[in-house]
């Protein structure tokens, strides 16, 4: 089980990442200059009443949202993942899914955290990144 604290401090480890609050929720976020790769996202009135008319409900705990390369690879993810992932009907069309850290173990949720990054640094850093963990 990963906890809101691991996943601020693997997303902190990562280079150019920095952390905001604020916005409607004053969740914390972590992002890059060209966007977020990871939010705490909380329920919706209407995002309840979609799951609601769906007979699902919103996951106890705090979820994550995680940016993803594109809508394949979140296709693939839910449906491999579908204990630990999951998406809702704000997402539809979108790059990212949600995450539930009271399910997801710690070196999975880095794994996504890690590749959420890689969608959105800079390439030079990328490359950096990459060479440095031999994964060029």
Same mark, same amino acid.
């Given at each position: 089980?990963?906890? @809101?604290? *691991?996943?601020?401090? %693997?997303?902190? $480890?990562?280079?150019?990442?920095?952390?905001?609050?604020?916005?409607?929720?004053?969740? +914390? !976020?972590?992002?890059?200059?060209?966007?977020? %790769?990871?939010? /705490?996202?909380? +329920?919706?009135? $209407?995002? #309840?009443? /979609? #799951?609601?008319? @769906?007979?699902? $409900?919103? +996951? *106890?705990?705090?979820? @994550?949202? %995680?940016? /993803?390369? *594109?809508?394949?690879?979140?296709?693939? @993810?839910? =449906?491999?993942?579908?204990?630990?992932?999951?998406?809702?009907?704000?997402?539809?069309?979108?790059?990212? #899914?949600?995450?539930?850290?009271?399910? %997801?173990?710690?070196?999975?949720? !880095?794994?996504?955290?890690?590749?959420?990054?890689?969608?959105?640094? +800079? =390439?030079?850093?990328?490359? =950096?990144?990459?060479?440095?963990?031999?994964?060029?």
């Amino acid at each position: 089980m990963a906890t @809101l604290a *691991d996943a601020r401090e %693997i997303a902190m $480890s990562l280079p150019g990442v920095e952390e905001r609050t604020g916005g409607h929720t004053g969740a +914390p !976020e972590w992002r890059l200059r060209s966007g977020a %790769i990871a939010w /705490v996202r909380g +329920p919706t009135k $209407s995002d #309840l009443r /979609v #799951l609601d008319e @769906l007979d699902r $409900s919103w +996951p *106890d705990g705090v979820v @994550l949202g %995680i940016r /993803v390369a *594109d809508l394949q690879e979140k296709e693939a @993810l839910l =449906a491999a993942e579908p204990d630990v992932l999951f998406t809702i009907a704000h997402f539809d069309g979108f790059p990212g #899914l949600l995450v539930m850290l009271d399910v %997801i173990d710690r070196d999975r949720l !880095e794994e996504l955290l890690c590749d959420a990054w890689l969608v959105r640094a +800079p =390439a030079r850093e990328r490359k =950096a990144w990459l060479a440095e963990r031999g994964w060029e």
